[in-house]
């Protein structure tokens, strides 16, 4: 069977997020003073060929644990749809 899995990755809140702090001043610069923070991340789809859901989401952990997340600077959160 065949599963859509979304893997988010974003950040650690503990870090400082260039890309976000960048989008804030911009946001600022345009009069848009109601936004309190930003966090810019990744959203990646992937479509996993396993035998249920709990084996697809396995296979994604795998796949976000070795190769789409740096889990030092980043953590990660999986769907399957």
Do not use: W
Request: aromatic share 4%.
């Amino acid at each position: 069977m065949t599963y859509t899995v979304q893997v988010k990755v974003m950040p650690l809140k503990e870090l400082l997020d260039p890309q976000g702090k960048a989008v804030m001043g911009g946001l600022e610069n345009l009069g848009i003073k109601e936004v309190a923070d930003v966090r810019i991340g990744k959203n990646i789809t992937l479509q996993i060929e396993a035998a249920d859901e709990a084996a697809a989401k396995a296979i994604a952990e795998t796949a976000a644990k070795k190769l789409l997340a740096n889990q030092v600077m980043e953590y990660f959160e999986i769907s399957v749809n």
